[in-house]
C-alpha cells in the first residue's frame, strides 16, 4: 500500500488504498497524478482521514480534479522565479537577498503550491557542481545579506548535506542570515532529529526557520514537539500562511490558527493571497475578502498574531502588502487637517500634517 523506504503515499493506487481516494473518481484523477507530484507521509494520512470529508486537511493534500481547470490569469511560473535565476538553483529578486533551492523534493506536495510546475522526485536534488555554482553566485555577489533556502523543502536533506551548504555559506562573511522554509515540522516532524539541530546551532550565522501551516489541525501534538525543539535551540520561527478558499476563509478559522502559532511560538509573518499557478482558481478567495478578514482579525487579535497580508505580483515583480487602508489622505476644502483614519471598529478620525 506503502513507499517501503519513506512510509510515505505517493499513487493513485496509494492514495485509493488507504482510503483517501474513491475508485469513481479515477478516471478524472490520472490527469493530475500525471501532471503534478503527489506525496502523504502516513502520519498525515491518518489525520486526512480522520478529517471530516472535503475538510482543511483533505483539500490541501488530496489530488482533486479540478486541478485540471486551468484559470486563463494563470501560468506555469506565476511569480517569475525563472526570469530572476541567474544561475541553477538560485532566485535572485531582491537586491540584498537570494533564495537558494537546493531541493524540489518536499515531505508532502500542497495542491496549491505556486512552485507545482517545477517541485517532485523527478526533478531531484541540484548536483554537487550546481550546487557549487549556486553558492559561488551568493559568494561574488557581495550585497546578498540574507539567504533563504527553500525549494522544494530543505529539511527532507539529510543532516549531513544541510550541514555542507552551511558550512559553505559560514565562509562567505557578508551573509548574516539564512533562513529555512519547510513544511516539515507539521507534515513529517520526525525529520527535526537531534542531527539535524546539532547542524542549525553549529551555525555562525543566524538561523531563522519559516514553518508553513494553514490550519490549527496541522499543529498536532507531534508537530508541536518538533516546533519546541527548534524553539529551545533558541532558533526564531515564524509562519507562513496562504489564504485558501473552504480552508482557511474565515476570521474564527484564521484566529485559531495564528493564535495556535503563537502558542507554539512562531510568529506569524506573512498570509499569502493564493498566486496564479495552474489549476489552483478553487483555492483563491477575493482580494476584497482577503482585505474584510484582515480587517476582522485587526480589532479581534493580539499584534503577536497579526500576519502581513501580501501579494506576490505576477511576472516576479515582488511582494506588496495589500491589507486594508486604514489611513488616506483628506483634500477637503477649508479642512486643516490632512488625514482621516479609520479606527478598528470602523469610526473615521482626523490626523494632522506633520
Given at each position: ?39 502523504v507521509p502516513l502520519s498525515l494520512a491518518q489525520a486526512i482521514k480522520e478529517d471530516v470529508d472535503g475538510g482543511p486537511l483533505a483539500r490541501q493534500y488530496v489530488p482533486s480534479g479540478m ?39 518536499c515531505a508532502v506536495y500542497c495542491r496549491f503550491c505556486f512552485r507545482r510546475e517545477q517541485v517532485g522526485p523527478s526533478v531531484g536534488l541540484l548536483t554537487t557542481l550546481e550546487l557549487e ?222
Open positions: 500500500m506503502t513507499n517501503s523506504q519513506s512510509n510515505v503515499l505517493t499513487t493513485m493506487k496509494q492514495f485509493m488504498a488507504y482510503g483517501l481516494i474513491n475508485k469513481k473518481d479515477k478516471k478524472q484523477l490520472e490527469p493530475v497524478f500525471d501532471r503534478y507530484a503527489a506525496t486541478e485540471v481547470i486551468s484559470n486563463p490569469a494563470e501560468r506555469d511560473d506565476p511569480i517569475g522565479d525563472k526570469t530572476h535565476s541567474p544561475v541553477k538553483g538560485i532566485v535572485h529578486r531582491y537586491p540584498d537577498r537570494v533564495l537558494l533551492m537546493p531541493s524540489a523534493i555554482a549556486a553558492l559561488n553566485y551568493i559568494r561574488t555577489n557581495t550585497d546578498i545579506w540574507e539567504v533563504i533556502i527553500t525549494g522544494g523543502d530543505p529539511f527532507v536533506l539529510s543532516p549531513k548535506r544541510i550541514n555542507g551548504i552551511l558550512e559553505a555559506l559560514d565562509t562567505i562573511k557578508h551573509v548574516a542570515v539564512v533562513r529555512f522554509h519547510t513544511r516539515v515540522p507539521v507534515a513529517k516532524p520526525e525529520l527535526i532529529t537531534p542531527e539535524l539541530l546539532e547542524v542549525l546551532k553549529s551555525s555562525s550565522k543566524s538561523i531563522f526557520v519559516a514553518i508553513h501551516c494553514n490550519h490549527a489541525t496541522e499543529l498536532t501534538n507531534n508537530a508541536a514537539i518538533a516546533c519546541a525543539l527548534l524553539a529551545d535551540e533558541g532558533i526564531p520561527l515564524l509562519g507562513q500562511s496562504v489564504l485558501l478558499k473552504e480552508v482557511n476563509d474565515d476570521p474564527e478559522i484564521l484566529s485559531d490558527l495564528f493564535r495556535t502559532m503563537v502558542k507554539h511560538r512562531i510568529k506569524p509573518y506573512y498570509l499569502h493571497h493564493p498566486d496564479l499557478a495552474p489549476g489552483t482558481a478553487h483555492f483563491r478567495v477575493t482580494i476584497e475578502r482577503g482585505r474584510e478578514l484582515m480587517k476582522m482579525l485587526r480589532g479581534r487579535l493580539s499584534g503577536l498574531c497579526q500576519p502581513t497580508y501580501i501579494l506576490d505580483i505576477p511576472g516576479g515583480h515582488g511582494k506588496v502588502p495589500i491589507s486594508e487602508d486604514y489611513l488616506k489622505r483628506h483634500t477637503e476644502a477649508g479642512d486643516n487637517y490632512t488625514y482621516r483614519i479609520t479606527d478598528i471598529n470602523g469610526a473615521s478620525h482626523t490626523y494632522p500634517l506633520q
